[in-house]
């Protein structure tokens, strides 16, 4: 009975995370659970990463056998929490609320994201996720906005002169604010067709004076059958005991673990 209980609550994501939009206050976490793995995160801005390795182990909860369990966009968003704040400003990180309803934006590495919530303020990682790909070509980490998204961009039709001076009045645009996001194609973004198990729940987000939370608990299941995919897990958010939620809180003054790269 203790192994299977061990082996049921493995399966099981706890995340508790805090995000100041107005800027660093010194307080931004990422505080998560898996298992009897507890992880107490924050931006070391000493070395530039997360203290606690995050962005690594949380890559691994992410894929198996190279395959997304849960989307990219929560990965990410997840991350802000643990970077430094200005990876916020230049990915564009806005949150625009509703009453309770939330759609969070942003974009990074190429890529752009957009999560919403529904009535109550929750996401659910079947269906609150979508993401628009290949937006920007990658060199040697600069990410330069492909000319077909910028604004005001026409493609000539067939002019190679015409084409290559198009191309030149915009080339090298790195600067997100110029999308033109009528050009842009959103895409769901959930897990790996192939994978034989995903993280699935939702989660409960907030802003209120201009501080992002995330919280709530996510369980890993078989993967539904493509017609199932789109409907909503109708579970309310796990929230922690009051001795769990004191585990999860942030230390006061963690000491910097094993250094990562800064960028996500």
């Not at 659970?33 to 924050?42: A, I, L, M, Y």
Request: glycine content about 6%.
């Amino acid at each position: 009975m203790t192994l299977a209980a061990l082996a049921l609550f493995a399966e099981r994501l706890k995340i508790d995370f805090r995000y100041n939009l107005n800027g660093d206050d010194g307080k931004n976490h990422l505080n998560w659970q898996n298992g009897t793995k507890k992880v107490r995160d924050s931006f070391d801005a000493v070395s530039g990463a997360s203290k606690k390795m995050s962005t690594k182990l949380l890559r691994e909860l992410q894929t198996v056998e190279k395959k997304r369990i849960f989307p990219k966009g929560l990965y990410a968003l997840l991350l802000f929490a643990v970077t430094s704040p200005e990876q916020a400003k230049e990915d564009l990180l806005s949150v625009e609320k509703n009453d309770n309803m939330l759609t969070i934006s942003f974009v990074h590495r190429g890529n752009a994201y957009r999560i919403t919530t529904d009535e109550k303020g929750r996401f659910d990682l079947l269906t609150g996720f979508s993401i628009a790909e290949g937006l920007a070509t990658n060199t040697n980490r600069v990410f330069t906005i492909k000319p077909e998204f910028i604004q005001g961009y026409q493609m000539p039709a067939e002019n190679p002169d015409e084409k290559a001076e198009a191309a030149k009045n915009v080339q090298g645009a790195t600067d997100w604010n110029l999308v033109d996001w009528e050009k842009v194609t959103f895409i769901p973004d959930t897990y790996d067709e192939t994978a034989e198990k995903i993280w699935s729940g939702r989660l409960k987000a907030d802003v209120r004076d201009g501080i992002l939370t995330v919280s709530g608990g996510l369980k890993k299941i078989d993967k539904p059958k493509k017609a199932e995919a789109a409907e909503a897990d109708n579970t309310e958010p796990e929230k922690p005991d009051a001795e769990k939620e004191e585990s999860l809180s942030p230390p006061e003054a963690p000491a910097p673990d094993e250094k990562e790269p800064p960028k996500q």
